[in-house]
Each structure stands twice: as C-alpha cells, then as structure tokens.
C-alpha cells in the first residue's frame, strides 16, 4: 500500500447489498484455507439468518446499518451495525445511562450497536482484510460515529470487541468498559477425567453426582451436528427456546424462522445437545463452534429434572471441547453457578462514545469506578474456584 488511500464509508440497510465473499474476506480471513472461522456470529450467513428471519430488521428495534469501508473501490472493511430503539438482547446493560439521559431532558433511543445481536461472544467488530487493521478499524470507528452526529442520535457502543480493539478504540478516544464472564479453559485434557483430576476433591465429587443424577433422567442424550441436525429437531428446540425466552426476556428474540434458514446454511456451525426421553426430546441446548472456542448459546426444556441443565450446557460442551481441541468454552453471560463447573472469570471489553460532552464525562467517571469494582470482583471470584492450590499455581 503506497500513500494514503482515500477511504469510502458506505451504510447499507440489508447485507444482500454486498457480496457474501467480499464480507467474509473481512469478517473470517483466517477461513479462506476452508477451516472454520474464529467464530460464526459475524461472518455473512449468520447475520443473514437473523436478518432473512427478521429476528432484526422492522419492529425488532434493531434496524440494519451496517457499514463498508473501500480503499480504491476494494472493500477492506466491514462491521454489523445497527440502530437500536431499546437495549434489549445486549447484555452490556446501559438502562440507567438511558434513564439519566432522559431525565436529563436527553434522547437516548435510537442509538448505534456495533455487535452481534443477542450473542454476548467476545469477537472481532471492526472486521477487516488482513493488512488494513490500522487504516481499516479507524476508518470504521470515524465513520459510525459520523453517522451517528449526522442523524443526532445519542452514542455509539462497540460490544463484546476483542481487548485489541478496545485498546485501539481507546486510543481513537473511544470510552472503554471491562465486564465479566465465565469460560472453561482446555488445558489439553484428554478427557474429562483429566479435566476432575485438577480439581479438588470435594467439587470432583459434586460434579460426578451431578452428572450422574442427570444421566438418570430416564432417556439418552445425543451430540448432533452438520447432517446429524435434522429439520425435525427445530420443532422440538423451538418449544425449549420459547420456555427460557418468555421466562427471561418476555419475548423470545429469535424468529421460529431463524431456526429453519439455520438448519440450511449454519448447521456445520452448531453443536445441538438433546435429552430424548420417550423417543422425544425433552430438553435441549445450542452451541456454536469456533475455531478454537465453543460457544453456548441457547437452553431449554419441557420436563424438569436434576441437574440436566448442568450436563447439557457445561459438562457436554466440555466433553466436545476436549475431544476436538477446542481451547475454551464461553457458556454465555452471567452466572455465578459456573465457578463450582471450572467456568473461571474473565474480563469483557466494549467501546462507547457519546454525543453530549457532559454527559460523556459523567459516564468516563462511571467507568473508572467500575473498571476496579470489576477487577475486584474477578480476583475475588478466582479465589473460590474448584481448582486445587497446585494447578492455579502451574497455570500462573
């Protein structure tokens, strides 16, 4: 790249404005050698489903706006984008911001989103072709904060990027946010004896009668991915999804469509963890797979029993991460209940920018405060994991 190329930002309303290829080349360079991406959620095909199943678009308060940068006519740089009209299916929770700047005589909504919608996985945002990170991240930053002071609308929120772009973002004069997850590290166990071998002897003991009590349920529990998934399978995780969602959310966020466009172009990128009792199934749980991640997604169920959901969504995606090489296991947000499961406490990044300068400062100050009640909180929690004194000191 000799001089400084003249970079154009165009906004686009529907991602069929823009060739699968030319997105992915951004969003997944590292699958052009036909492995898999680092992760599915920003790649073409799953943002399409959300948006070919309107789980976002009209009335989902999440209007599309991505945005692609051109260098010389050559797309080096996109990043899903959306307007909000709330913030629901988020999970940086920002309601009292929204609250203080309306009382304040401000209007929060519509504000920007630069995520994936309904999916707190950390992963690249500012999504750009090898060699233009520095010119293309930039660029993409300057050009949905203009859009933002275009149109007058409150901030812009970069959320789940990765502590790469958040330093970079820090730089730009982004405000940068640290939250808290749990994930389960591989430390190349070769099973998942291995795996209870470090932990100590009273939470080894917990997690196999756990398991055990969930292995009596009265049915068997099946791994399905790729062709394993079948279109059958959707009706039944449907019922599950719509139980956790109205008891959550209130509303589910995905479509039922969203699940049938899936089982066409993503089921190579799930795991779907079933209990079958009956010859039915009676609980479920969706992952994604990553290159070198498994992501935990969804969990539901029609019948109660002990311990199942603990099986389904930790200890099988586990089982999955140590027999295929998976280094991590991200179980989604919150819960303090994955500690005594080997799900440690991590740091989270996002980036925020805000169009009214005094309000901006409160927030900065917001943050600070934060940033060491987070880091507190994660050094406290780490203290009560299952793991014994001789394998944290290894891992140190």
Known sequence: MDGSPTIEI??????SGIDPAEWDACACPEAADGGRPADPFTTHRFLAALETSRSVGPGSGWEPRYLVARAN?????????????????????????AHAYERAGGRYYPKLQMAVPFTPATGRRLLTRPGWEETGRAALVQGAVQLAADHDLSSLHITFCTEGEAQDGDRMGLMRRWSQQFHWEN?????????????????RKNIRKERQRAQAFGGEIVALTGDQIRPEHWDSFWRFYQDTGARKW??????????????????????????????????????????????GRYWG?????????????????????????????????????????GYMPVT?????????????????????????????????????????????????
């Open 301 to 341: 169920c029609i019948e109660d029993h002990p311990c199942l959901h603990f099986e389904l969504c930790y200890y099988r995606a586990m089982d999955f991460a140590i027999e295929h090489g998976l280094k991590t296991v991200e179980a989604g947000a919150q819960g303090t209940h994955k500690l005594a499961r």
């Open 73 to 97: 006519g050559e797309v080096i740089g996109t990043a899903p984008l959306y307007a909000k009209g709330h913030s629901q299916g988020e999970y940086i929770f920002d309601h009292n911001w």
């Open 348 to 396: 989270t990044h996002s980036l925020h920018w805000v169009r009214d300068a005094g309000f901006a400062e409160a927030i900065a100050r917001y943050l600070q405060a934060e940033r060491a009640a987070v880091d507190e909180e994660i050094e406290v929690l780490t203290t009560y994991g299952p793991f014994k004194k001789a394998h944290v000191e290894e891992q140190e």
């Open 250 to 295: 209130g509303t589910p966020y995905l479509t039922r469509r969203f699940f049938d466009v899936a089982q066409d172009s993503l089921r190579d990128d799930m795991l779907l963890v079933l209990a079958v009792r009956g010859g039915r199934p009676v609980a479920g749980a969706l992952n994604f797979i990553g290159r070198e991640s498994l992501y």
């Open 10 to 15: 165009e906004v686009l309303s529907t991602l």
């Open 187 to 203: 430390h190349w166990y070769d099973t998942f004896d291995d795996f209870l071998g470090s932990l100590s002897s009273r939470k």
